[in-house]
């Protein structure tokens, strides 16, 4: 099973601020099959990112995907108010699937 | 517009089993595959397994092997989750979500969620 690491847990920034999260796999990960999601109280995740740098559709250009092999990068360039909530990584390209543990961005 | 809506919340006994609905709307369900997620409270998200709604190949993470089941009735388009002999660590919120080929099989759409409560 593959283990995705975030750090850090918890990232506390103020709006307009850049946020970068990181996530670490135990083992290689296929560019094409790794995934952001974000996920606000109550809410089900949403998904950000998707073959590591692709936005998919409706996500604003404030969000980027990076990175390969074993380790990822999301950056939000300048966070908005909505931006605050919990970011998980996930590889889907061998099973199981397996999300990161998650990084809650928090207002400063 | 493209939804898939899901049953709503159970309160269930230890040792008894619970079956989650997931029904799709707004695109043609054999195309995609759908998986289910859970969270427990205050925790991450769990990935139990998936399946294809096209021929009903399965594929289950090991934890829930012979605990789950997965189905689909694709003239209602619902996929289903059955959950055996629950224990009150299966507390949790359960999603289904849609596996797109056009995010190359990242989850684009989400169930809002079913509650599941384990509780003698």
């Known amino acids: 099973e593959i283990v995705l690491t975030q750090s850090p847990g918890t990232l506390s920034l103020s709006p307009g601020e850049r946020a970068t999260l990181s996530c670490r796999a135990s083992?290689?990960?296929?560019?094409?099959?790794l995934a952001w999601y974000q996920q606000t109280p109550g809410q089900a995740p949403r998904l950000l990112i998707y073959?590591?740098?692709s936005r998919a559709t409706g996500i604003p250009d404030r969000f980027s995907g990076g990175g390969s092999g074993t380790d990822f990068t999301l950056t939000i360039s300048r966070l908005e108010p909505e931006d605050f909530a919990v970011y998980y990584c996930?590889?889907?390209?061998?099973?199981?699937?397996?999300f990161g543990q998650g990084t809650k961005v928090e207002i400063k | 517009q493209v939804q898939l809506v899901q049953s709503g919340a159970e309160v269930k006994k230890p040792g008894a089993s619970v079956k989650v609905s997931c029904k799709a709307s707004?695109?043609?369900?054999?195309?995609?595959?759908i998986s289910w997620v859970r969270q427990a409270p205050g925790q991450g998200l769990e990935w139990m397994g998936w399946?294809?709604?096209?021929?009903?190949?399965?594929n289950y993470a090991q934890k829930f092997q012979g605990r789950v089941t997965m189905t689909t009735d694709t003239s209602t388009s619902t996929t289903y989750m059955e959950l055996r002999s629950l224990r009150s660590d299966d507390t949790a919120v359960y999603y289904c979500?849609?596996?797109?080929?056009?995010?190359?099989?990242?989850?684009?759409?989400w169930g809002q969620g079913t509650t599941v409560t384990v509780s003698s």
């Open positions: 979500a849609r596996e797109s080929k056009d995010y190359y099989y990242a989850m684009d759409v």
């Open positions: 707004g695109y043609t369900v054999t195309s995609y595959g």
């Open positions: 399946m294809s709604v096209h021929n009903g190949n399965t």
């Open positions: 083992q290689s990960v296929s560019s094409s099959y």
């Open positions: 073959g590591a740098s």
């Open positions: 996930q590889q889907y390209g061998r099973s199981p699937r397996t």
